[in-house]
């Protein structure tokens, strides 16, 4: 009998996270089976647990760098997955920034004259340059004048709860809003799906050319941090 691979989440079902995993899965890698483990306690008692040796078991816990909590998570989480062949981790700060950090985010949610170009440039620009600081392995976001200019609390935000700010304003009112709740159905359902879409709701999409759900899922994939992940941990390329 062949082995099974599992992808562990520490995010509940009915969460953004877990029903954008679920989507991603389901059109790219439909051989793997997603479980949530309901929070970040949950997977690390269930990887310290575990017994199985003849599956494989792929885990995804935030690696939110300053946050220490998160931080202390991660290493005890290294510790347990080290102990055991069958288990490896993906390195992901958290489920905001996969889609934060995205191409062509702002392609996609803003039609080429939409107003929320101008309302939200500070929120654009601050994504922009977080971006390019962490892609650049620069941890000091924190120093960077646009980001500041976004986010007059940033001292009190850790880099999970800016990524989740930013993700929000970026996308808030529109098909691809994201909260912790929530995300939108233009993420997870093809062009157009979206069942609240009003006829002056206009996104990037509707100029740049619909897309199926199975296209966007592979564009979020190769235009995100998810595709050197996968590869990372031995899942290859998808069908």
Known sequence: MPSKIFLWIEDREGKASYLFWRCLLE????????????????????????????????????????????????????????????????????????LLGFKDLIIWIYAPDDGFLKKRADAIAAREKLIRSIEKGSMDHKDIKEIVAYDAHINEHNIEQLSAKLLFDLTRNTGFEVAKGKIGDCWIRSCCAWKERMDDDICGLDYSGRLCVYDKMKAIYEGTCLKGQFHAVGLGAII
């Open 27 to 98: 059109h790219l890698y439909p051989d793997i089976i997603l479980e949530s483990k309901k929070n970040s306690s949950g997977l690390l008692r269930a990887v310290k647990d575990l017994e199985d040796a003849e599956n494989r078991y792929v885990i995804v816990l935030d690696n939110s760098f300053d946050n220490a909590q998160a931080v202390m998570e991660q290493r005890a989480l290294k510790q347990y997955a080290d102990k055991k062949e069958n288990v490896v981790l993906m390195d992901i700060i958290c489920f905001e920034y996969i």
